[in-house]
């Protein structure tokens, strides 16, 4: 680490006492493999464990919290509908790695019924040189997240680097999914910022295919009109217009997952917003926020160009530090794994490749999220949707 | 990155959304967070702030500062308040932005933020009200034709900025205006209330005033007829109980006349410590044994000049009041003193109708954690003959009150259902209006009278002056009655060498009193005069000091009350003739 504290000296011991080629990653997600590996763990007082666990062993929680809290273990996470583990991804199993950090994790619960949140995010060192990062955690069907990472950018702007995942489980039921020493929560999110430095980088490889379209009226994530008609019905043409078959609340995914919307960004990608849901009124529900008046377009996905810029953002990243990396997450979109079906193996082995051939000893892991969080600080961190965001973490 | 064939097109997109963005809310902090959202969320631009002339904020009078009332993300803003002329919002008159790159030797003393070491930075004008900062890391977010594409937009911003400064002026004022008017409005609410105080004492006084004259009539009938029965008879009995309930009559008009502030005061200096304690050892009996007394009694606060006997009625009705809020439970009253600085605002939570000003009070407190009362009954404790007690006459608390403002003094309560009530009294502890202190006269064991001194007694009321003249004819005096003031005069006038004593009512319909005593003083000094009234004798007293007022008697009186003060009046006037010098004497 690049400034003093204890946590730092700490932090290398545990690298040098740990081989980083071992798997973080535990196949069974048995509460006492994990306690297990956590007790194995050098850990030091000021030292937190994150705990990204797979949708399977979702029940498993109050036990993980109460043997963790009897062990005096701090802790955060969050449940997801998958893992990666190098160049594989689960659907079961847990990733558990113990990290440095300055201040205790914080919970915020997001409000269910209006734009509110109790909690505050944690304390970054001001006297740091350079950006450390945190890692954000939310519940994916909470509401006014575009306004919790609002709240996280007005507070830190670019004194962090911002990388996070939506958390849930494939199904989108609504079931507490947010982890701490407190409890487990619905509606809540855990932000976390550890003493460690990184690069974060975003890329989706979708490209436009049809629009402009104007969101002419919107209520957070629903779109209920586009160009000033029903927004069901003109999506519905679009898609007939490619070929896809007639949209219906049974086949939404399978009809739509190809041709999510794009948000234009000055020179970046659009920000990539993915229909989840199609309404019985005809509105698209869509994973995170639109604004109303946002320009929109259709676009579509080629396995290729997407599997191809995950590599890029790997590239991206890794040539934005100076360092070579401890760390290497993911946070990859759920619903772009199901989208690539047999083609996401590549995306991983081309991360993996790029991983390898930058020399780092990092093997990658992370999760299947429902919507990415990044930011390198000087943007507004967004919550994407089917996007692949890479953070290389340093000391 | 962007695959758009059409440059214009995606201009067109940016300037729609931030078109729509504006207008939205008339508040300025959202009008800004609208706007600099979007074009944050849009273009690559990592820092927004908006900065107005401080005059044109509510709150701001200086044409020569600017302040920063917006700023995305908030975390990198730091300086609040520049000059206008500070190098960061520096722009010639005709400009519609300039830029500067951090490259610029320039660059840094044009930075009023933090973290803002690398990149690009523009300075837009918003008008005549103030300035938009830009900053972004890629110089051509901010080139010539991106901020030229801007400039209706941000021209529009203005509008909408302008529109949310009128509007926060207007709701100040509107607040303002608001406030003031529930400000008029409890002023009048409480002088209201001091007035129907006011009414109500002036008639609990009238009251007790006519009483007084009843209860003399009552009493010194009973008490002629009791004298004039042998005690064996079966009536005499009878006549002990109209005298023991006319006593009780007197003893609620006192209570009346305490809440009228008209009740008589004999005060001296008195330890408030001393006080409290001297009363809890009375009361410990009649206290529930289920309560606990603390006392947190400071030591050393200076005396204070009070009526004892008042202070001791006052001080019996808080503690009982304190026991029956706690009932049957357990509970704790607390009995503390000290001193406290009141300032004008305390002076606003006191109850109304004193009329005391900001200034030192020492105090004494009593407070239990009994049931504790809501506001409208609160408001309500001191009103006369307002009770929440079964058989309670509702006169304890206004006397209080009375009495306490009677002493220059204030009272405060504190309560609330189910936690307890807190009463302070407040007394003055110098320069404040406190009684003066008077010496009761004095008055010895009286016999009936063997000099038949001639006795001219005056009062409006035909039974009180039947009494009177009845009780002196039997103490052995020639008494004339004269009924009402104008009859006191012709009879002085005609007779005044023959008489040796006038008893004078204060309160008489056609000639007052008081002009009886100055018009019979403007002929003879040496002729003594005892006035008669059941107002304070304190307040009677210190209207005639340096008039050689003779003495007072206290309606309603008793026979003996009546003889003594005659015959220590007349034995005065003796004592006088026989000091006066034999020149003058002759």
């Known amino acids: 680490m690049v400034y003093s504290g204890n946590a730092s000296v700490k932090y290398l011991a545990y690298l040098v006492k740990r081989n980083l080629e071992d798997p973080m990653y535990l196949p069974s997600g048995e509460l006492g493999d994990i306690v297990h590996f956590i007790e194995s763990s050098p850990l030091g007082p000021s030292d937190q464990v994150m705990i990204l666990l797979s949708e399977e062993c979702q029940s498993r929680i109050p036990a993980l919290i109460e043997a963790l809290n009897a062990r005096s273990i701090g802790f955060f996470g969050a449940v997801f509908p998958g893992l990666i583990e190098g160049r594989n991804h689960h659907r079961s199993g847990a990733i558990v790695q113990v990290l440095p950090f300055d201040h205790p994790p914080e919970l915020i619960h997001l409000d269910p019924t209006d734009e509110t949140w109790r909690g505050s995010p944690p304390d970054v060192p001001e006297t740091s040189p350079s950006p450390v990062t945190i890692c954000v955690f939310v519940d994916c069907l909470a509401h006014n997240i575009s306004g919790l990472l609002s709240m996280l950018f007005n507070r830190y702007a670019n004194s962090v680097h911002y990388f996070g995942a939506g958390a849930g489980n494939g199904e989108l039921r609504k079931e507490p999914s947010i982890f701490t020493n407190e409890g487990v929560f619905q509606n809540a999110a855990v932000v976390a910022a550890t003493s460690l430095g990184a690069a974060v980088r975003v890329r989706h490889g979708w490209k436009r295919s049809t629009g402009p379209f104007v969101a002419t009226r919107t209520h957070k994530n629903r779109i209920q009109e586009l160009n000033w008609e029903k927004a069901g019905l003109v999506y519905q043409r679009i898609l007939q217009r490619d070929m896809a078959p007639p949209i219906s609340q049974d086949n939404f995914f399978h009809a739509t997952k190809e041709h999510p919307f794009g948000i234009e960004k000055e020179g970046q990608e659009d920000v990539v917003r993915d229909p989840i849901q199609i309404t019985d009124n005809g509105e698209l529900v869509c994973l995170s926020d639109v604004p109303e008046n946002s320009v929109l377009h259709v676009l579509h996905g080629d396995h290729d160009s997407l599997v191809n810029a995950a590599g890029e953002a790997v590239d991206a990243c890794g040539a934005a530090i100076a360092t070579k990396p401890n760390i290497c997450l993911i946070s990859d979109c759920y619903s772009r794994a199901l989208m690539l079906d047999n083609d996401f193996s590549k995306e991983l082995n081309v991360v993996a490749d790029r991983i390898e051939k930058a020399g780092y000893s990092c093997s990658p892991e992370g999760v299947l999220a429902l919507g990415e969080i990044a930011s390198d600080g000087e943007q507004l961190p967004e919550f994407f949707n089917k996007t692949f965001v890479v953070a290389l973490l340093h000391e | ?586």
């Open chain 2, 1 to 586: 990155m962007n695959n758009s064939s059409y440059p214009i097109a995606r201009d067109i997109q940016l300037l729609y959304e931030l078109s729509l963005s504006l207008g939205r809310t008339l508040e300025l902090d959202s009008c800004c967070n609208d706007f600099l959202s979007v074009l944050l969320a849009r273009k690559n631009i990592s820092y927004a702030a908006v900065w107005i002339q401080g005059h044109l904020l509510l709150g701001g009078e200086s044409p020569d500062e600017a302040r920063l009332v917006f700023a995305l993300p908030r975390a990198r803003a730091c300086e609040t308040s520049l000059p206008v002329s500070h190098p960061a919002l520096g722009l010639h008159q005709e400009q519609f932005y300039r830029r500067i790159s951090w490259e610029d030797p320039r660059y840094q003393s044009q930075i009023c933020e933090r973290s803002l070491e690398k990149g690009t930075l523009a300075v837009l004008r918003l008008g005549d009200l103030g300035w938009l900062r830009l900053l972004s890391l890629d110089s051509s977010s901010l080139s010539d034709r991106e901020l030229l594409k801007l400039r209706n937009v941000v021209e529009k911003f203005t509008t909408t900025i302008q529109a949310a400064l009128l509007h926060q002026r207007i709701v100040h004022e509107i607040s303002e205006r608001k406030r003031s008017e529930e400000e008029r409005a409890y002023l009048e609410r409480q002088v209201q209330h001091a007035q129907k105080l006011e009414s109500l004492g002036v008639l609990a006084g009238g009251i007790a005033h006519d009483f007084n004259n009843l209860l003399v009539g009552i009493l010194g009938n009973a008490e002629i007829a009791l004298s004039l029965l042998p005690g064996s008879m079966p009536a005499a009995e009878s006549i002990h109980s109209i005298i023991n309930a006319s006593e009780k009559a007197a003893g609620l008009c006192r209570q009346m006349l305490a809440y009228s502030g008209k009740a008589s005061y004999v005060v001296r200096p008195m330890d408030l410590g001393d006080m409290l304690l001297e009363i809890l050892a009375l009361m410990k009996v009649a206290i529930s044994k289920k309560i606990t007394i603390q006392d947190r009694l400071e030591t050393g606060i200076p005396q204070v000049s009070v009526d004892a006997t008042q202070m001791h009625q006052v001080t019996m009705n808080l503690i009982t009041n304190a026991s029956e809020a706690i009932g049957d439970r357990a509970g704790t009253i607390t009995l503390s003193t000290g001193m406290l600085e009141l300032s004008t605002e305390d002076l606003a939570h006191l109850q109304p109708g004193t009329d005391i000003s900001a200034g030192t009070y020492e105090y004494f407190e009593i407070s239990d954690d009994g049931c504790g009362m809501d506001g409208e009954t609160c408001s309500k404790i001191f009103d006369p003959f307002y009770s929440t007690k079964f058989t309670g006459r509702g006169l304890g608390l206004a006397a209080v009150l009375g009495i306490v403002r009677g002493h220059g003094g204030a009272i405060g309560v504190e309560s609330r259902p189910e936690e307890g009530t807190t009463i302070r009294v407040f007394l003055p502890v110098k320069d404040g209006k406190r009684p003066t202190e008077q010496e009761p006269l004095a008055v010895g064991v009286t016999e009936p009278s063997e000099s038949k001194a001639t006795i001219l007694v005056v009062d409006d009321e035909e039974i009180v002056l039947g009494v009177a003249k009845a009780i002196l004819q039997r103490g052995g005096y020639e008494v004339l009655g004269a009924l009402g003031g104008t009859q006191a005069l012709d009879f002085f006038h005609r007779d005044q060498s023959r008489i040796n004593l006038l008893i004078v009512d204060l309160t008489m319909p056609d000639i007052s009193g008081y002009d009886v005593f100055t018009r019979i003083r403007e002929v003879r000094q040496d002729i003594p005069i005892l006035l008669c009234s059941g107002y304070d004798e304190h307040d009677t007293m210190r209207k005639f000091t340096g008039h050689n007022l003779t003495g007072f008697i206290h309606k309603p009186y008793s026979a003996r009350q009546l003889l003594d003060k005659t015959r220590a009046a007349l034995d005065m006037q003796d004592e006088n003739i026989r000091e006066r010098p034999q020149s003058l004497g002759d």
